[in-house]
T-cell receptor, first 110, second 114 residues
Framework: QQPVQSPQAVILREGEDAVINCSSS?????VHWYRQKHGEAPVFLMI?????EQKGHEKISASFNEKKQQSSLYLTASQLSYSGTYFC???????????FGKGTHLIIQP | DSGVTQTPKHLITATGQRVTLRCSPRSGDLSVYWYQQSLDQGLQFLIQYYNGEERAKGNILERFSAQQFPDLHSELNLSSLELGDSALYFCASSASPGPGTEAFFGQGTRLTVV
Protein backbone atom coordinates (compact mmCIF):
# COMPACT_ATOMS: atom_id res chain seq x y z
CA GLN A 1 0.00 0.00 0.00
CA GLN A 2 1.13 3.51 -0.83
CA PRO A 3 2.47 5.53 2.12
CA VAL A 4 0.71 8.78 2.93
CA GLN A 5 2.75 11.96 2.94
CA SER A 6 1.83 15.21 4.62
CA PRO A 7 1.63 18.05 3.99
CA GLN A 8 0.94 17.91 0.25
CA ALA A 9 2.66 21.25 -0.22
CA VAL A 10 4.43 23.86 1.84
CA ILE A 11 5.77 27.32 1.10
CA LEU A 12 8.59 28.67 3.24
CA ARG A 13 10.80 31.69 3.41
CA GLU A 14 14.51 31.07 3.18
CA GLY A 15 15.86 30.18 6.61
CA GLU A 16 12.63 28.67 7.93
CA ASP A 17 12.21 25.06 9.00
CA ALA A 18 9.94 22.34 7.66
CA VAL A 19 8.85 18.86 8.63
CA ILE A 20 7.56 16.33 6.11
CA ASN A 21 5.79 13.24 7.33
CA CYS A 22 5.37 9.77 5.87
CA SER A 23 3.01 7.17 7.25
CA SER A 24 2.47 3.55 6.24
CA SER A 25 -0.17 0.99 7.14
CA UNK A 26 2.18 -1.96 6.68
CA UNK A 27 5.20 -3.17 8.64
CA UNK A 28 8.32 -1.51 7.31
CA UNK A 29 11.95 -2.51 7.09
CA UNK A 30 13.18 0.83 5.83
CA VAL A 31 12.14 4.30 4.72
CA HIS A 32 13.96 6.10 1.93
CA TRP A 33 13.76 9.84 1.27
CA TYR A 34 14.36 11.45 -2.12
CA ARG A 35 14.12 14.98 -3.51
CA GLN A 36 13.12 15.56 -7.10
CA LYS A 37 13.24 18.78 -9.08
CA HIS A 38 10.92 19.16 -12.03
CA GLY A 39 11.91 16.94 -14.94
CA GLU A 40 14.96 15.59 -13.15
CA ALA A 41 15.87 12.35 -11.45
CA PRO A 42 14.99 11.72 -7.79
CA VAL A 43 18.09 12.38 -5.68
CA PHE A 44 18.80 10.12 -2.72
CA LEU A 45 18.73 11.96 0.62
CA MET A 46 18.51 9.43 3.40
CA ILE A 47 17.58 5.90 4.36
CA UNK A 48 16.33 4.88 7.78
CA UNK A 49 16.41 1.25 8.74
CA UNK A 50 14.51 -0.76 11.27
CA UNK A 51 16.72 -0.91 14.33
CA UNK A 52 17.85 2.69 14.14
CA GLU A 53 20.58 2.76 11.50
CA GLN A 54 20.61 5.79 9.20
CA LYS A 55 22.57 6.56 6.07
CA GLY A 56 22.51 9.79 4.13
CA HIS A 57 23.32 13.46 3.93
CA GLU A 58 24.94 15.08 6.94
CA LYS A 59 22.81 18.20 6.69
CA ILE A 60 19.49 16.38 6.62
CA SER A 61 17.91 14.68 9.58
CA ALA A 62 15.03 12.29 9.82
CA SER A 63 13.34 9.95 12.24
CA PHE A 64 11.66 6.56 11.95
CA ASN A 65 9.10 5.39 14.47
CA GLU A 66 8.98 1.62 13.93
CA LYS A 67 5.99 1.08 16.18
CA LYS A 68 3.85 3.62 14.34
CA GLN A 69 5.39 2.94 10.88
CA GLN A 70 5.98 6.66 10.52
CA SER A 71 8.94 8.70 9.37
CA SER A 72 9.59 12.43 9.39
CA LEU A 73 12.12 14.46 7.42
CA TYR A 74 13.43 17.62 9.06
CA LEU A 75 14.66 20.49 6.92
CA THR A 76 16.23 23.24 8.99
CA ALA A 77 17.38 26.70 7.94
CA SER A 78 16.01 26.04 4.47
CA GLN A 79 17.87 27.27 1.42
CA LEU A 80 16.55 28.07 -2.05
CA SER A 81 18.14 24.86 -3.31
CA TYR A 82 15.86 22.81 -1.04
CA SER A 83 12.89 23.51 -3.33
CA GLY A 84 11.45 20.48 -5.04
CA THR A 85 9.21 17.51 -4.42
CA TYR A 86 10.11 15.22 -1.56
CA PHE A 87 9.18 11.56 -1.77
CA CYS A 88 9.29 8.90 0.84
CA UNK A 89 9.70 5.33 -0.36
CA UNK A 90 8.87 2.48 1.96
CA UNK A 91 10.21 -1.04 1.90
CA UNK A 92 9.09 -4.21 3.61
CA UNK A 93 11.43 -7.01 4.68
CA UNK A 94 10.95 -8.80 1.38
CA UNK A 95 13.08 -6.40 -0.69
CA UNK A 96 10.32 -6.01 -3.25
CA UNK A 97 11.11 -2.52 -4.45
CA UNK A 98 10.16 0.85 -3.01
CA UNK A 99 6.56 2.00 -2.71
CA PHE A 100 6.53 5.78 -3.02
CA GLY A 101 4.15 8.32 -1.58
CA LYS A 102 2.57 11.01 -3.74
CA GLY A 103 5.18 13.55 -2.70
CA THR A 104 5.34 16.83 -0.81
CA HIS A 105 5.95 19.96 -2.86
CA LEU A 106 8.30 22.37 -1.12
CA ILE A 107 8.73 25.93 -2.33
CA ILE A 108 11.37 28.14 -0.76
CA GLN A 109 11.01 31.85 -1.34
CA PRO A 110 13.78 34.41 -0.86
CA ASP B 1 25.47 12.97 -11.49
CA SER B 2 24.41 9.67 -9.93
CA GLY B 3 26.54 7.53 -12.23
CA VAL B 4 23.48 5.74 -13.66
CA THR B 5 23.15 6.28 -17.40
CA GLN B 6 19.90 5.98 -19.32
CA THR B 7 19.36 6.23 -23.05
CA PRO B 8 17.63 7.69 -24.91
CA LYS B 9 16.58 10.78 -22.95
CA HIS B 10 13.51 11.37 -25.06
CA LEU B 11 11.46 9.02 -27.20
CA ILE B 12 8.39 9.79 -29.28
CA THR B 13 6.58 6.91 -30.89
CA ALA B 14 3.16 5.91 -32.17
CA THR B 15 0.56 3.70 -30.54
CA GLY B 16 1.08 0.02 -31.19
CA GLN B 17 4.83 0.33 -31.54
CA ARG B 18 7.61 -1.27 -29.49
CA VAL B 19 10.54 0.54 -27.85
CA THR B 20 13.59 -0.42 -25.83
CA LEU B 21 14.98 1.69 -23.01
CA ARG B 22 18.55 1.13 -21.87
CA CYS B 23 20.21 1.55 -18.49
CA SER B 24 23.82 1.27 -17.37
CA PRO B 25 24.16 1.03 -13.58
CA ARG B 26 26.79 2.74 -11.45
CA SER B 27 30.16 1.06 -11.54
CA GLY B 28 30.11 -1.87 -9.13
CA ASP B 29 26.35 -1.97 -8.68
CA LEU B 30 24.77 -5.35 -9.33
CA SER B 31 21.13 -4.48 -8.82
CA VAL B 32 18.94 -2.55 -11.26
CA TYR B 33 15.41 -1.29 -10.72
CA TRP B 34 12.92 0.16 -13.18
CA TYR B 35 10.32 2.75 -12.17
CA GLN B 36 7.57 4.53 -14.08
CA GLN B 37 6.53 8.06 -13.17
CA SER B 38 3.32 9.60 -14.47
CA LEU B 39 1.14 12.44 -13.24
CA ASP B 40 -1.78 10.22 -12.27
CA GLN B 41 0.08 7.16 -10.94
CA GLY B 42 3.09 8.80 -9.36
CA LEU B 43 6.38 6.92 -9.04
CA GLN B 44 5.76 3.19 -9.38
CA PHE B 45 8.11 0.25 -9.07
CA LEU B 46 8.10 -2.02 -12.12
CA ILE B 47 10.81 -4.65 -11.75
CA GLN B 48 14.20 -5.41 -10.19
CA TYR B 49 17.15 -7.45 -11.43
CA TYR B 50 20.16 -8.57 -9.48
CA ASN B 51 23.25 -9.93 -11.20
CA GLY B 52 21.28 -10.97 -14.25
CA GLU B 53 18.30 -12.54 -12.53
CA GLU B 54 14.84 -11.17 -11.86
CA ARG B 55 14.57 -10.36 -8.17
CA ALA B 56 11.24 -8.65 -7.62
CA LYS B 57 8.25 -7.65 -9.67
CA GLY B 58 5.96 -4.70 -9.10
CA ASN B 59 3.20 -3.18 -11.20
CA ILE B 60 4.63 -4.19 -14.53
CA LEU B 61 2.23 -4.82 -17.39
CA GLU B 62 2.43 -8.02 -19.41
CA ARG B 63 3.24 -5.87 -22.47
CA PHE B 64 6.44 -4.79 -20.70
CA SER B 65 9.50 -6.93 -20.13
CA ALA B 66 13.04 -6.39 -18.95
CA GLN B 67 16.35 -8.16 -18.73
CA GLN B 68 19.80 -7.63 -17.30
CA PHE B 69 22.78 -8.67 -19.36
CA PRO B 70 26.12 -10.19 -18.27
CA ASP B 71 27.76 -6.75 -18.39
CA LEU B 72 25.01 -5.66 -15.93
CA HIS B 73 23.31 -3.17 -18.21
CA SER B 74 19.56 -3.55 -18.36
CA GLU B 75 16.89 -3.01 -20.99
CA LEU B 76 13.19 -2.36 -20.55
CA ASN B 77 11.07 -3.38 -23.52
CA LEU B 78 7.66 -1.80 -23.97
CA SER B 79 5.39 -3.21 -26.66
CA SER B 80 1.93 -2.56 -28.10
CA LEU B 81 2.26 0.94 -26.76
CA GLU B 82 -0.81 2.87 -25.67
CA LEU B 83 -1.29 6.57 -25.02
CA GLY B 84 -1.37 5.84 -21.28
CA ASP B 85 2.17 4.49 -21.39
CA SER B 86 3.47 8.01 -21.85
CA ALA B 87 5.59 8.66 -18.77
CA LEU B 88 9.07 9.14 -17.39
CA TYR B 89 10.86 5.82 -17.00
CA PHE B 90 13.64 5.74 -14.45
CA CYS B 91 16.31 3.21 -13.84
CA ALA B 92 18.02 3.02 -10.45
CA SER B 93 20.92 0.91 -9.26
CA SER B 94 22.26 -0.29 -5.95
CA ALA B 95 25.21 -2.31 -4.78
CA SER B 96 23.15 -5.11 -3.32
CA PRO B 97 19.57 -6.32 -3.74
CA GLY B 98 18.50 -4.97 -0.38
CA PRO B 99 16.40 -4.43 1.57
CA GLY B 100 17.73 -1.27 3.14
CA THR B 101 20.15 -0.45 0.35
CA GLU B 102 20.50 3.02 -1.12
CA ALA B 103 19.40 3.24 -4.73
CA PHE B 104 20.56 5.94 -7.13
CA PHE B 105 18.42 7.07 -10.04
CA GLY B 106 19.37 7.84 -13.61
CA GLN B 107 18.10 10.91 -15.46
CA GLY B 108 15.21 8.99 -16.97
CA THR B 109 13.74 8.43 -20.41
CA ARG B 110 10.72 10.52 -21.28
CA LEU B 111 8.43 8.43 -23.45
CA THR B 112 5.68 10.10 -25.40
CA VAL B 113 3.19 7.89 -27.23
CA VAL B 114 1.17 9.70 -29.90
Amino acid sequence: QQPVQSPQAVILREGEDAVINCSSSKALYSVHWYRQKHGEAPVFLMILLKGGEQKGHEKISASFNEKKQQSSLYLTASQLSYSGTYFCGTEGPGADGLTFGKGTHLIIQP
Amino acid sequence: DSGVTQTPKHLITATGQRVTLRCSPRSGDLSVYWYQQSLDQGLQFLIQYYNGEERAKGNILERFSAQQFPDLHSELNLSSLELGDSALYFCASSASPGPGTEAFFGQGTRLTVV
